[in-house]
């Protein structure tokens, strides 16, 4: 079984940084990609970062470039979102999630999810 566990959320004044960190466990899969979600109260879930394990490429939703950094640790399993210069708009649940597939996961396919670590930035 594949479990993913993220963690890191808080609260943040605007302009401020948090970084959140994603654990996977379970089997391996040979060319996998995991990314950060978020949703905010009463939205759908919207994509913000993504990395591919193969070859460390990176994603980023318009709302995260120049602010997000997505990165990876191989020998640790994590992943982890670097937030700086956050805005009021950023508020929203994180998820993770691991695409066993990255090419169905860049296509907007991911296959395990996390419970979600909540960030509250305020003004």
């Known amino acids: 079984q594949v479990h993913v566990v993220e963690s890191g959320g808080g609260l943040a004044q605007a302009g401020g940084s948090l970084r959140l960190s994603c654990a996977a466990s379970?089997?391996?899969?040979?060319?996998?990609?995991m990314a950060w979600f978020r949703q905010a109260p009463g939205k759908e879930r919207e994509f913000v970062a993504a990395?591919?394990?193969?070859?460390?490429?990176?994603y980023y939703a318009d709302s995260a470039k120049g602010r997000f950094t997505i990165s990876r640790d191989n020998a640790k399993n994590m992943v982890y979102l670097q937030m700086s210069d956050l805005k009021p708009e950023d508020t929203a649940v994180y998820y993770c999630?691991?695409?066993?597939?990255?090419?169905?996961?860049?296509?907007?396919?991911?296959?395990?999810w996390g419970q979600g670590t909540k960030v509250t930035v305020s003004s």
């Open positions: 999630g691991l695409g066993r597939d990255a090419n169905l996961a860049l296509a907007g396919g991911y296959d395990y």
């Open positions: 379970g089997r391996s899969f040979s060319n996998y990609a």
């Open positions: 990395i591919l394990w193969n070859n460390d490429m990176q």
